[in-house]
């Protein structure tokens, strides 16, 4: 049984397969019926969404199968029932159980226990949905992703800090983090991207200052510098967090042809100025809508491998 609980669930390889599908499906987007009888998949957010609800709700409709989006406030997961037995019921239910979360160590207990593909749709620690649809995005703009230098602002500690250190990783892109301090990206997370890079000819590293950071990229993206859950640190973390602004100043340090991507809730003024966002570099809003595209393909692609 595979899942997709973090980026490196898939190889190098498994990435690129997925990523070419998503763009045979966004080109064909009512062609492919892998969920046709229709299949249900269970859908369910422990934490606020709009993107991730929609894009899956809207993708496995156009799979051919049936969205079955649960009231986590009703299911309380983990608090009514175990983890476990709530996996074990949904998947008898289910055939695949896309879940955002807390911490990564209840998505795995959710794996571990429901006999069907489990996909993490966001947890403290990774966001791999949102790095698969930025990998799509970066490929329409910008061609093949190896060599490409992606460059994160912000705060590297969080899901989409340690999903690009292992996505652009595996893709073979060089990828700097940028971060205040105290907000470095976990160990481990580093090291294991620092692995695969050594494999795919890419590279992944800390730069702690911002402008050497953006200096020559391909891609700039940031996020909230105040991720869901954080919400009491949010003065410290507006002073801390200030001079990443994803501004005009950096923007002109990274290519003259760069994209920038945000996965949004984007807030204006704070970790990303308007004249950024509603740039001409920004593809934020293809990236939003990729998140459909690259979740079909990753669904599609997890059934088809359910024996493994
Ligand atoms: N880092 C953000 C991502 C939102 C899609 C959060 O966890 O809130």
């Given at each position: 049984m595979r899942h997709f609980l973090r980026d490196d669930d898939l190889t190098p390889a498994e990435q690129g397969a997925v990523l070419e599908l998503a763009q045979r499906m966004k080109a064909?987007?009512?062609?492919?019926?892998?969920?046709?009888?229709?299949r249900t998949v269970a859908v369910l957010f422990d934490k606020p969404t709009l993107r991730t609800q929609s894009s899956f709700a809207a993708g496995i409709a156009e799979l051919g199968g049936f969205p079955m989006v649960i009231d986590a406030n009703l299911a309380r997961v983990g608090v009514r029932e175990s983890i476990a037995d709530t996996a074990r019921v949904l998947g008898r239910q289910a055939s695949a159980i896309v879940w955002r979360t807390f911490d990564q160590s209840r998505i795995e207990e959710m794996a571990a226990n429901a006999g069907v593909p489990v996909v993490n749709a966001l947890t403290d620690q990774f966001h791999p949905c949102q790095t698969l649809a930025d990998l799509l995005t970066v490929k329409e703009h910008?061609?093949?992703?190896?060599?490409q230098t992606l460059v994160f602002l912000g705060d590297a500690a969080s899901n989409m800090g340690h999903s690009y250190l292992l996505a652009g990783a595996l893709a073979g892109m060089h990828v700097r983090v940028s971060a205040p301090?105290?907000?470095?990206?976990?160990p481990a997370v580093l090291a294991r991207a620092q692995a695969i890079a050594a494999q795919t000819g890419g590279s992944a590293s800390v730069v702690a200052d911002p402008k050497a950071a953006a200096e020559g990229a391909d891609v700039l993206a940031t996020d909230t510098?105040?991720?869901?859950?954080?919400?009491?640190?949010e003065a410290e973390r507006l002073s801390a967090f200030l001079p990443w602004q994803l501004g005009d100043d950096l923007l002109a340090a990274a290519r003259d042809d760069a994209i920038v991507l945000h996965c949004l809730p984007a807030y204006r003024g704070k970790e990303i100025t308007a004249s950024v966002i509603d740039?001409?570099?920004?593809?934020v809003w293809d990236e939003a809508e990729n998140r459909r595209h690259a979740q079909k393909a990753l669904l599609a692609w997890l059934l088809e491998h359910t024996d493994e």
């Open positions: 064909a987007p009512y062609d492919a019926k892998p969920l046709a009888g229709p910008r061609g093949d992703l190896a060599g301090s105290g907000f470095a990206p976990d510098w105040i991720s869901m859950g954080k919400e009491e640190q740039g001409p570099r920004s593809v």
